[in-house]
């Protein structure tokens, strides 16, 4: 019984060294992976000096908002918990609603941003495969009315 | 990871940010392997794996700015890998899941766990490495995680506490748990 027991347990102790010790050395990232990878650091620069924006020197700030069809409401900082979102000051965003339109005041619109649309916070923690909504400098606006068939809960994520 | 590598780490992360291209490709070097670990361990599965690895060094590079120094690199690629894998496993719930059982499977199993010891040592491998993914696949993606740093990867609760931003003694619980239910498993095996 107790050989019985030492052999279990042996057992898994032996799968976990196994584990260890497996030579997982060889398994590299793809030629063309490599290209992606690097290309993508790079040709994230707005700018013509060849640094990528996520290495200025201002922290990149990202916002979710949300806007149901009736109500509206914002939450800042941490929607996603892929990375770290840096912290946002409350002034940076203001949002009105005029009529059918919401509009979005950036403080310090006088850069670009790119603005994300979607009714799944998932995708925009990574928007890579997302087209931009817009390109907003200053302020950008969308319709408050929800579409047939589009949820009328709209996430919006704002780099 | 050596005090070493982690300064290597702060140094290539420091020259990054100041628009080094090749900091980037060695922070890529010196974590790659440790990513493609951890993503097969946590069942993601070969065809799949490159794809999941650039996303993983994507997430890194793309938000390297607001990285913050006073933690250890190593941390944060567990982190957002883990985070990866996860999310890959959400988005294609049906497709990764690794079945012992399925030949296409288990000749993948074989072909990755061939080392150069040849057939048998590659047959004796293959055959710990379905035994062991067959038990990962057993616990939930939280325990799973934990049970992989602290066992696999031989990081401390405290440093897998902060890998994963949760405390530590969740981390102890959520590892006794794994490892009750996977010595459960294996008894019930013999």
């Known amino acids: 019984m107790a050989r019985n027991h030492d052999q279990r347990h042996d057992r898994l102790t032996q799968l976990i060294r196994d584990s260890r010790n497996q030579d997982t050395g060889v398994e590299r990232l793809s030629a063309g992976g490599r290209d992606r990878v690097l290309g993508a650091a790079w040709t994230e620069s707005p700018t013509s000096t060849g640094i990528p924006s996520l290495f200025l020197p201002i922290r990149r700030w990202t916002w979710a908002v949300m806007a149901p069809t009736v109500a509206l409401a914002f939450v800042f900082g941490s929607m996603f918990f892929t990375a770290e979102a840096p912290e946002a000051g409350a002034s940076l965003l203001s949002i009105e609603k005029r009529g059918g339109q919401v509009i979005f005041n950036i403080a310090n619109g006088g850069q670009p941003h790119r603005v994300y649309r979607s009714s799944s916070p998932q995708e925009l923690a990574d928007p890579s495969d997302l087209q931009p909504f817009a390109q907003a400098q200053g302020s950008f606006r969308d319709s408050v009315q929800s579409q047939a068939g589009e949820s009328n809960l709209v996430f919006y994520r704002i780099d | ?190």
């Open chain 2, 1 to 190: 990871m050596d005090d070493k590598q982690a300064k290597d780490d702060e140094r290539d992360v420091r020259a990054a940010r100041d628009g080094d291209a090749r900091a980037l490709e060695s922070l890529l070097d010196r974590h790659q392997a440790r990513v493609f670990r951890v993503l097969r361990l946590m069942g993601i599965l070969l065809d799949d794996r490159d794809d999941v690895a650039q996303e993983v060094f994507i997430r890194i590079f793309r938000h390297l700015g607001s990285y913050d120094a006073r933690r250890r690199f190593d941390s944060w690629v567990y982190r957002i890998t883990v985070n990866a894998a996860h999310d890959h496993r959400c988005r294609h719930a049906g497709r990764v899941h690794l079945d012992a059982d399925d030949p296409g499977v288990a000749r993948q199993i074989h072909e990755e766990a061939e080392p150069s010891g040849g057939p048998d040592a590659g047959l004796a491998a293959a055959e710990s490495s379905r035994e062991l993914m067959g038990l990962l696949e057993s616990l939930s993606a939280r325990e799973r995680a934990i049970f992989i740093l602290c066992d696999l990867e031989e990081r401390t609760p405290r440093q897998v506490a902060r890998d994963l931003a949760i405390s530590a003694i969740t981390v102890r619980r959520h590892l006794g748990r794994a490892r009750r239910h996977l010595r459960r498993l294996v008894d019930e095996k013999v």
